[in-house]
């Protein structure tokens, strides 16, 4: 079952680690510490296991980050821009305008706290229903989706005070 | 408005986990499955230890009772006529396999990981064999504890 769900989730669950450390090398080593515990456990039949799996990823992101107290180093962006094209390449001033505005995005949501980024990361680019995310986190349903709600808008003010 | 945000922050390029990683996590599972491996006696994982203990008690008492016969451990030299060896040879015979106990327990309805609605249903069960040698008027009983646990689909109209 668990590599069913490594094989299904593995960008969201790096993604998440990614998001929480901010540093390549400590989210693979939380992704790879919490499949090994995991290992240890026995998923319980009646519950659905992806949140579960989701929060163990979690913790042993944050626990990297306790460990190794390298906050200033943590500074890795989610997203990988290397295969990007350069803007100055681009012959439209549409695609400079997208570039430019796509990049202003990746900025926004690596600037968010790490909690809401924590929340982008497991409904967007885990593709985590609410319920998934409420249990993985320990937190109300209404709850998750409200801050959802809000990094969101909050998300969208930022990039305006970027431009 | 927010539908468009959303669809602008996931078309973003991701970091991928590194290759390495995927290969950790792979051998990681596969060495777990390995250890996890059923044996060829099977016995389902939450009574294993019970079930082992009354494998090893069969066999050592199995094993006393042939001590006790004195029977050779190694095989005759061909040729040996068989009325030579001591005793003959031993004939067990399954007489009784039957189901001691057992109990089904109905679990609430709960949602597959594909979101499919299933039913658990824990099936407890003590299974007895009983081997009888008539002519020397000896008698091996095997009682084996099963724990299994079913899912059924459930139809939700």
């Not at chain 1, 989730?9 to 790096?14: A, V």
């Not at chain 1, 790879?32 to 296991?49: G, M, N």
């Not at chain 2, 451990?73 to 060896?85: F, L, N, R, V």
Request: net charge neutral.
């Amino acid at each position: 079952m668990l590599a069913r769900i490594y094989r299904d989730h593995r960008q969201g669950l790096y993604s998440l680690a990614l998001a929480v450390t901010r540093h390549t090398q400590m989210a693979e080593d939380a992704v790879h510490d919490a499949f090994t515990r995991l290992c240890r456990v026995e998923l319980s039949p009646d519950r659905d296991p992806v949140p579960y799996v989701f929060k163990a990823v979690r913790n042993a992101a944050l626990d990297q980050i306790r460990r190794r107290q390298r906050a200033s180093q943590r500074g890795d962006s989610l997203f990988d821009t290397s295969a990007l094209p350069d803007p100055g390449t681009l012959d439209t001033h549409r695609a400079v305008e997208t570039a430019e505005r796509d990049a202003l995005v990746r900025e926004a949501v690596d600037r968010l706290p790490d909690d809401e980024r924590e929340l982008i990361t497991m409904k967007l680019y885990a593709g985590l229903t609410f319920r998934q995310i409420a249990e993985s986190l320990a937190q109300p349903l209404a709850t998750v989706a409200s801050r959802y709600r809000r990094t969101l808008t909050k998300l969208r003010s930022d990039m305006e005070s970027l431009v | 408005m927010t539908q468009d945000l959303e669809q602008g922050l996931q078309s973003q390029p991701l970091r991928e986990p590194p290759a390495d990683l995927d290969q950790w996590v792979a051998d990681l599972l596969n060495n777990d499955a390995a250890e996890n491996a059923p044996s060829q006696i099977t016995f389902p994982r939450s009574r294993r230890p019970w079930a082992a203990w009354a494998a090893v008690a069969a066999l050592v008492l199995l094993g006393g009772v042939l001590l006790s016969l004195n029977l050779p451990w190694t095989a005759p030299p061909p040729g040996t006529d068989p009325a030579s060896i001591a005793g003959g040879p031993i004939r067990f015979e399954p007489v009784r396999f039957d189901q001691q106990w057992s109990t089904f327990d109905a679990g609430d309805v709960v949602r597959w990981p594909d979101r499919s609605p299933v039913q658990p249903v824990v099936h407890r069960q003590i299974q007895q064999t009983r081997w009888v040698d008539d002519k020397r008027n000896i008698q091996i009983e095997l009682l084996v504890p099963r724990h299994d646990i079913h899912l059924l689909p459930v139809r939700i109209d």
